[in-house]
């Protein structure tokens, strides 16, 4: 069985977009990945941009159509969101361990996490998770 390519992501201002509908269909529908957009295009957040990205799962442009690698991304995401880099190793971590993680903002918190196995809009987060630095 071969691995398949990465899918190619559009950075567009903070939000990365997943062009091909049948590649971000794919990270929404088996990972919970981003949130759907018209023309089956996918928004990811900067957390899951990265984590893809990191996981060799998509490769990032800019608009211009050049490469972004993982550090460029890390300083540029972190640049506007100081706490970036921590929430990100806490995201990276959490996804490692098999949850499915959404922002938290509305709750007052980074993160909702769910339970291996629950989805989004079928089941009910079981924690909460904001990252502190150590």
Do not use: W
């Not at 590649?23 to 089956?40: D, E, H, V, W």
């Not at 799962?57 to 969101?81: H, S, V």
């Amino acid at each position: 069985m071969t691995e398949e390519a990465p899918a190619r992501a559009v950075l567009q201002k903070r939000a990365v977009i997943v062009m091909d509908p049948d590649r971000a269909n794919r990270f929404y529908q088996r990972g919970c990945y981003g949130k759907p957009l018209s023309g089956g295009r996918l928004q990811l957040s900067p957390v899951e941009a990265l984590y893809l990205v990191e996981n060799g799962k998509i490769i990032i442009e800019d608009q211009k159509g050049n490469k972004l690698d993982f550090e460029t991304l890390m300083k540029k995401f972190a640049k506007t969101d100081p706490e970036f880099r921590l929430k990100y190793v806490t995201y990276a971590d959490l996804r490692s361990r098999g949850y499915i993680v959404r922002t938290g903002l509305k709750f007052g918190a980074h993160f909702r996490v769910y339970d291996r196995g629950d989805r989004p809009g079928k089941a009910h987060s079981k924690f909460s998770v904001h990252a502190i630095p150590g």
